[in-house]
């Protein structure tokens, strides 16, 4: 019997490469896992697939009401609603992408330390699941986007990028989240609480311009900041800094590399010590 | 022929938070609080506060070669390392020295049911675990009706596993499972699960697989399946590997290895022994014990096996009326079994004096599983001249004594005994040997 192939199990430490390899040879796990995260998540919610837009739909009310009416502030050109929500789909993905992934590991440790595959599939395959409540929220925001009367221009073409970019930002921070979760449980508590900080250092809910203009540089640095201009520019065709959104998409590539990287280096210790 | 899996120097290290015992997540909690106060001292380079904590040598210096078509039963207390073992050639944990090389395809099975998810159901817990295992979607699709068969639990594909009785669960997690088919299988005690007539089947499947060639590595406490499935033993303990060579020596080993670590030597000192109150001469000296093959027995022994009782007790003056008595009281202190030497025909040895070794011959000791006191005592004429009440404790441990896998569960002792049908006049097969009917011994 001619072996199928030859694997040497040896020590491993310090930083790790991508097993492309194995994660091409296990590749029909992770749509499986993906399959059962989006099984799981809409066979036991009553409200199906209103779950998913119901979030970014309250928050929008929510923030019209408390923002726009109460405290005055005003979109960059489309309505209020349309414009926060715009803003408020990438934001929900991203938001429950990183609290989902960050506690993935340890909701699956009967998988991690009973059975070998690439460990990246758990984080990664949980907001992969994902999606589908943002492609839910789309829907929304193209019935809105009828309601407001508001054309939809071949600019949307772009909203992949911004899809992808909003994808591997939460990635990034997900699988490095994820990674400490396993040894330092803590981080189940601090992941709302930045969640939070984040949606207020982006602008979700108010324009660019309302930032100090020797500060918003700055905001090229978060990832996110690229993804809701993207969105907006993409969808609503709201005026866009491109030199910022270009550095914030960059920021996100960075942030996947670097979260897979730590993932990957506690990866080893993830049997012993979860 | 090249060697399928190769063992070379394997050895793994945990660390201790403080002095704990590993494994339980609760046991890091003060590692975890030493590391939280510097969370980044474990981003960068271990620290030399780090290195000095407890280390613990889980596994150490494994070396051995698995050949294609072996089966291997390896055997070990709890933490002599079996499982971590299992976890490196599985992967899911790295060595911390040494390689194992594996040339083919590989599938572990630690449990039955990982990946299994209550809400899914029965149907699509079978996609899932068997991708979990490493089947591919066309592998399971084309296996998908025999798995189902196998599992007997057709009626329910379609519901929930939640909703699942605990067998029925069982019954298809191992369905999945004995439908991996790759070269080198990894089983982990797997088939300490589900009632008596799915564990037969799931050891009759075992056998089919390690018959048709396959590598299979199997760890069990289950001495039956290990002696029933396996040609070659492999004992671990306290993370070295101990003994390597065919099965049924490898299972001798382990129990004696295990009782050396226990209870008593296989030579027991009578001389010294608590007495009852009464004043008598300390005659028995000690009490030896063998199995099979005269090996010494040491706490441990397989039932059916024999076992040999060596008596040393020296005569002051010629006597040839001495007796030897062993009672065996089993965990609730009933007498189960009496031997005795005025039940030997064979007196011919005549007047005796000085020291004496009486041996005591059991071909088989055909008592039920568990642990048993052993009191001996000694007459002379009438007399009773001697009583250690608690002088041994033995452990009966289960064997494959029916030849089929399968342990008693119930009552106190066995024996070989045969179920046929009746089939109009043809009667009993050939092959029964006639019952002799015991002689009515009469009152004495």
């Given at each position: 019997?001619?072996p199928?192939?030859e694997?040497?199990?040896?020590?491993?430490?310090?930083w790790?490469p991508?097993?492309?390899k194995?994660v091409?040879?296990?590749?029909?796990?992770?749509?499986?896992?993906?399959?059962?995260?989006?099984k799981?998540r809409?066979?036991?919610?009553?409200?199906?697939?209103?779950?998913?837009?119901?979030?970014?739909?309250?928050?929008?009310?929510?923030?019209?009401?408390?923002f726009?009416r109460?405290?005055?502030?005003?979109s960059?050109?489309?309505?209020y609603?349309?414009?926060?929500f715009?803003?408020?789909?990438?934001w929900?993905?991203?938001?429950?992408?990183?609290?989902?992934s960050?506690n993935?590991?340890?909701?699956?440790?009967?998988?991690?330390s009973?059975?070998?595959?690439p460990?990246?599939?758990?984080?990664?395959?949980?907001?992969?699941?994902?999606?589908?409540d943002?492609c839910?929220s789309?829907?929304?925001?193209?019935?809105?986007m009828?309601?407001?009367?508001?054309?939809?221009?071949y600019?949307?073409?772009?909203?992949?990028i911004?899809?992808?970019?909003?994808?591997?930002s939460?990635?990034g921070?997900?699988l490095?989240?994820s990674?400490?979760?396993?040894s330092?449980?803590?981080?189940?508590?601090?992941?709302?609480?930045?969640i939070?900080?984040g949606?207020?250092?982006?602008?979700?809910?108010?324009?660019?311009?309302?930032?100090p203009?020797?500060?918003?540089p700055?905001?090229?640095?978060?990832?996110m900041?690229?993804?809701?201009?993207?969105?907006?520019s993409?969808?609503?065709?709201?005026?866009?800094?491109?030199?910022?959104?270009?550095?914030?998409?960059?920021?996100?590539?960075?942030?996947?590399?670097?979260?897979?990287l730590?993932?990957?280096r506690?990866e080893?210790?993830?049997?012993?010590?979860i | 022929?090249e060697?399928?899996?190769?063992?070379?120097?394997?050895s793994?290290?945990?660390?201790?938070?403080?002095?704990?015992?590993?494994?339980?997540?609760?046991?890091?909690?003060?590692?975890l609080l030493?590391n939280?106060?510097?969370p980044?001292?474990?981003?960068?380079r271990?620290?030399?506060?780090?290195?000095?904590?407890?280390?613990?040598?889980?596994l150490?210096?494994?070396?051995f070669?698995?050949?294609?078509?072996?089966?291997?039963?390896?055997?070990?207390?709890?933490g002599?390392?079996?499982?971590?073992?299992?976890?490196?050639?599985?992967?899911?944990?790295?060595?911390s020295?040494g390689?194992?090389?594996?040339?083919?395809?590989l599938a572990?099975?630690?449990e039955?049911?990982?990946?299994f998810?209550?809400e899914?159901?029965g149907?699509?817990?079978?996609f899932?675990?068997?991708?979990?295992?490493?089947?591919?979607?066309?592998?399971?699709?084309?296996?998908?009706?025999?798995?189902v068969?196998?599992?007997?639990?057709e009626?329910?594909l379609?519901?929930p596993?939640?909703?699942?009785?605990?067998?029925m669960?069982?019954?298809?997690?191992?369905a999945?499972?004995?439908?991996?088919?790759?070269?080198?299988?990894?089983?982990?005690?797997v088939?300490?699960?589900?009632d008596?007539?799915?564990?037969?089947k799931?050891?009759?499947?075992m056998?089919?697989?390690?018959?048709?060639?396959r590598?299979?590595?199997?760890?069990?406490?289950?001495?039956?399946?290990?002696?029933n499935?396996c040609?070659?033993?492999?004992?671990?303990?306290?993370?070295k590997?101990?003994f390597?060579?065919n099965?049924k020596?490898?299972?001798?080993?382990?129990?004696?290895?295990?009782?050396g670590e226990?209870?008593?030597?296989?030579?027991?000192?009578?001389?010294?022994?608590r007495?009852?109150?009464?004043r008598?001469?300390?005659?028995?000296?000690?009490m030896?014990?063998?199995?099979?093959g005269?090996t010494?027995?040491?706490?441990?022994?397989?039932?059916?096996?024999?076992?040999?009782?060596?008596?040393?007790?020296?005569?002051?003056?010629?006597?040839?009326?001495?007796?030897?008595?062993?009672?065996?009281?089993?965990?609730?202190?009933?007498r189960?079994?009496?031997v005795?030497?005025?039940f030997?025909?064979?007196?011919s040895?005549?007047?005796?004096?000085?020291?004496?070794?009486?041996?005591?011959?059991?071909?088989?000791?055909t008592?039920?599983?568990?642990?048993?006191?052993?009191r001996?005592?000694m007459?002379?004429?009438?007399?009773?001249v001697?009583?250690?009440?608690d002088?041994?404790?033995?452990?009966?441990?289960?064997?494959?004594?029916?030849?089929t896998?399968?342990?008693?569960?119930?009552?106190?002792f066995v024996?070989?005994?045969?179920?046929?049908?009746?089939?109009?006049?043809?009667?009993?097969p050939?092959?029964?040997?006639?019952i002799?009917?015991?002689?009515?011994?009469?009152?004495?």
């Open positions: 019997m001619a199928s192939f694997l040497v199990i040896k020590p491993r430490s310090g790790q991508i097993d492309w194995e091409i040879l296990h590749r029909e796990l992770l749509g499986f896992l993906i399959w059962r995260d989006i799981i809409y066979r036991q919610t009553l409200l199906v697939g209103l779950w998913a837009v119901l979030q970014p739909l309250v928050a929008m009310l929510i923030f019209t009401f408390v726009n109460l405290a005055g502030v005003h960059d050109g489309p309505p609603p349309l414009f926060a715009a803003g408020l789909a990438p929900t993905f991203f938001s429950n992408s990183v609290s989902t960050s993935s590991l340890v909701a699956n440790q009967q998988l991690v009973k059975i070998y595959f460990r990246v599939f758990i984080p990664l395959g949980s907001i992969a699941a994902l999606l589908v943002l839910f789309l829907v929304l925001l193209f019935g809105l009828i309601k407001y009367h508001w054309s939809l221009t600019h949307a073409l772009l909203l992949p911004f899809v992808a970019a909003a994808f591997l939460a990635s921070i997900g490095a989240l990674a400490f979760n396993v330092f449980r803590d981080i189940k508590y601090t992941v709302p609480f930045l939070q900080m949606l207020f250092v982006t602008p979700v809910i108010y324009p660019l311009h309302y930032i203009a020797r500060l918003q700055l905001v090229g640095l978060n990832p900041a690229g993804v809701v201009l993207g969105f907006r993409a969808l609503l065709g709201s005026p866009a800094d491109w030199g910022l959104i270009r550095l914030s998409l960059l920021m996100s590539v960075v942030l996947f590399i670097g979260g897979l730590i993932f990957r506690m080893s210790r993830f049997a012993d010590v | 022929m060697p399928i899996v190769e063992f070379r120097n394997l793994k290290e945990y660390v201790l938070g403080s002095a704990m015992r590993r494994g339980r997540h609760e046991n890091f909690r003060e590692l030493r939280l106060k510097a980044f001292q474990v981003l960068a271990r620290q030399p506060d780090l290195v000095r904590e407890e280390r613990f040598w889980a150490r210096d494994i070396t070669d698995v050949n294609p078509g072996d089966v291997v039963g390896i055997m070990g207390r709890n002599a390392g079996k499982s971590t073992l299992l976890k490196i050639m599985s992967r899911i944990t790295d060595p020295e390689h194992i090389k594996i040339r083919g395809r572990s099975l630690l039955v049911g990982t990946g998810h209550p899914l159901t149907r699509e817990n079978i899932l675990n068997g991708a979990i295992l490493g089947m591919r979607k066309t592998e399971i699709i084309s296996k998908f009706d025999e798995i068969a196998f599992s007997e639990v009626r329910f379609d519901t596993v939640k909703h699942y009785s605990s067998g669960y069982v019954r298809l997690a191992f999945v499972a004995a439908h991996l088919n790759p070269e080198i299988l990894v089983v982990d005690e088939l300490a699960v589900g008596m007539a799915f564990q037969k799931c050891l009759g499947k056998n089919e697989v390690s018959q048709g060639g590598t299979v590595l199997f760890v069990s406490h289950n001495m039956v399946a290990v002696e499935l040609h070659r033993g492999i004992v671990l303990s306290h993370g590997l101990t390597d060579g099965a020596e490898a299972i001798n080993f382990y129990l004696h290895s295990v009782s226990g209870s008593h030597g296989h030579i027991i000192d009578l001389a010294s022994a007495r009852g109150p009464l008598r001469p300390r005659l028995l000296q000690k030896e014990f063998y199995t099979d005269n010494p027995m040491k706490g441990n022994i397989l039932m059916g096996a024999a076992l040999k009782i060596r008596v040393h007790f020296p005569l002051s003056e010629p006597v040839d009326n001495f007796q030897i008595g062993i009672g065996f009281n089993d965990m609730f202190d009933q189960v079994l009496t005795h030497s005025c030997e025909p064979d007196r040895h005549g007047k005796r004096v000085g020291p004496q070794v009486f041996v005591c011959d059991i071909p088989s000791l008592l039920v599983p568990g642990g048993y006191t052993l001996i005592w007459d002379i004429g009438v007399d009773e001697d009583l250690v009440n002088a041994a404790r033995i452990q009966v441990v289960e064997s494959d004594f029916y030849g896998g399968r342990a008693p569960w119930n009552g106190t024996l070989k005994h045969r179920w046929y049908i009746e089939q109009g006049n043809e009667a009993s050939s092959s029964l040997d006639p002799s009917i015991p002689r009515v011994i009469p009152p004495v």
